[in-house]
Each structure stands twice: as C-alpha cells, then as structure tokens.
C-alpha cells in the first residue's frame, strides 16, 4: 500500500482567500513541514501564490508536495455554471503546473442544509432539477479538468446538498464513473451517520482521494438532542484532533489496504473559530495517531 499524509489550510482555520486573522501563507507550509506531512492541499484559491513557479518553489524549500485542488461552488443552480467551469479550469492549470492530479469537488453550503447538517431525516434535499444541474455541472468541470490530467474527486459534505449516504449513493450512480472519482472524508462522512468503512468499502475502486477527519461524539449526540446547525456544531468542536473522536482509524488503515488505495490521504482538522485549538500542536498529535494505528510513513 502507498499512501501518502497530507494536510489542508483548513487545518489553520482557511475558509477564504484572505482574511486579516489568518497566518501567512508561508507560516501555513512552516507548520505542515514542521508536524510531520509531506503535502498540502491548495485550499481556497487565492490564500497561496497562484503562479506555479512561486508555489512549487515555496513547496520545493520545505520538502512538500501539492496534494490536490478544491473547488467549493454553488452546483445545482444553472446560472453560476459557466463561472464555477471557468473557476475549475484556472485551478486545473495551477494544478497542472504542480503535477498535482486530483480536484476535489464540493458543492456549496446553503442556508437550509446548514441548519440541519448530519440529521437526514430533517433535510430538505435537492430537487430533480437541480441535481440534474448538479450532475451536469461536476461532468463539466471533469471535463476541462481532464484536459489537463486532473481528475475530480467528488467530496459530500456536510451542510450540502450531497451529504448523507443515499445522495451519495445517487450521485455516484448518476456521474461517470471514468469522470468522475469519490473524495470519502471520515468526518464528514460520521457527521451524516454514514459508516465511513462502509463506504470505502462499497466505492473503493472509485476513491481518487480521502480526507481524515474525526468526530467527538458528544457534540453528535448534541446535534440531535438540540438541533444544532453545522457553525453551531463546528464552534463547539465536532471535529477534533484524530483519535480523539469516534472514527476508527486503523480500520481505516485496513480498509484502504483491502481496496488497493493509493494516494494521498489529508487531515482536516478544522480549526477552532473560537481560537482555542492550537493548530500545529493538533496537526502533530494527528500525525502521531496516524503512524500509531499503521497509516502513512
């Protein structure tokens, strides 16, 4: 098995392109270097240089790679489709420049499926036509991403519309699957009450990229019992520093083993909004579980 452990801005609280609370780029890869990963996700387009020599040099200096790409847009409505295709080709280019091969796709939060992340039987899905637009779309950009050599992987989310385990399944069997790949995250994927072995279980020879995430169950448990929205849930914790939360990462480990995964897999572990995680004492404390339970090097 060859996988290889990542890390993502988002770790470091990213969400944007720039915001005046967030480190520098350059404290960002320091850190990722500095706990122990080898690679790092481009995060929102904008936060790192977007011109490949800068980046690859900036990476280059500190022994890292560029893991994959993201690409978090509205999907299901035909409006925004051309800019989100022209936002995915500018992206494909950087990753090109990169040798970097995976896309990871996200359809974007909305204000209804926010309210009810990781309670399924309380959401309002999408309607036909607008998961029709949203497989349109993610066919569209695969295609110009392909033209570069770079493959989507789609990542269910929570407080989208392609969260819980049924959507998953539909999405799946409703994309092409030499298009289109699946980005399984271990958290996202507990935050929706999907088994997130099952699922690399069932969709292994579709897994193009995982992210490692874990859940505290106690704030799962607060989720129903007081309907808490995903800000709500995500201020209080849900997802924390990996081993420490309700996702079994050797089984993890195993799983990806019996599928013949090889790839990257990146921790998220989102940073506290509240400031109270320390993110590179997190993601050190990620990485030490990660070779604790067999994962990576």
């Known amino acids: ?27 960002v890869l320091d850190e990722v270097a500095l706990s122990g990963y080898t690679g790092i996700e481009l995060g929102p387009l904008g936060f790192f240089p977007t011109d490949p020599a800068t980046l ?14 993201v690409l978090m847009e509205v999907l299901h409505d035909p409006s925004t489709t051309d800019e989100v295709v022209a936002k995915a080709e500018q992206i494909a280019a950087l990753l090109e420049g990169l040798a970097c091969t995976r896309l990871v796709t996200i359809t974007s ?29 993610v066919h569209a950009i695969a295609d110009v991403a392909g033209q ?14 392609i969260e819980f385990e049924d959507e998953v399944d539909h999405l ?33 020879e ?19 019992a007081e309907a808490l929205g995903f800000w709500e849930a995500y201020a209080r914790g849900i997802f924390c520093p990996l081993g420490r939360g309700l996702v079994d990462f ?18 998220e572990q989102d940073a506290s909004p509240t400031g109270d995680s320390v993110p590179l004492e997190d993601a050190r404390a990620s990485r030490a579980h990660l070779r604790a339970v067999g994962l990576g090097d």
Request: glycine share 10%; proline share 6%; with cysteine.
């Open 1 to 27: 098995m060859s996988i290889t452990i990542g890390n993502a801005p988002t770790s470091w609280g990213i969400e944007r392109p720039s915001d005046p609370t967030y480190p520098s780029w350059e404290t």
């Open 56 to 69: 690859r040099d900036a990476l280059d200096a500190r022994g890292l790679q560029l893991s994959a790409g």
């Open 109 to 137: 939060w909305t204000p209804g499926r926010m309210a009810t992340a990781g309670r399924p039987t309380a959401a309002e899905r999408l309607g036909k036509q607008e998961f029709a637009t949203l497989c349109d779309t």
């Open 148 to 161: 570069r050599g770079v493959r989507v992987a789609f990542h269910p989310h929570a407080g989208t519309g």
């Open 172 to 204: 799946l069997d409703s994309t092409d699957p030499t298009l289109v790949g699946l980005c399984v995250d271990t958290g996202h994927a507990a935050y929706a009450r999907t088994d997130p072995i099952a699922l690399l279980d069932r969709y292994g």
């Open 206 to 224: 579709r897994v193009t990229h995982v992210h490692l995430k874990d859940v505290d169950p106690r704030v799962l448990v607060a989720v129903d």
């Open 250 to 267: 050797r089984a993890v480990a195993e799983t990806l083993a019996r599928v013949g995964y090889q790839g990257w897999a990146t921790v």
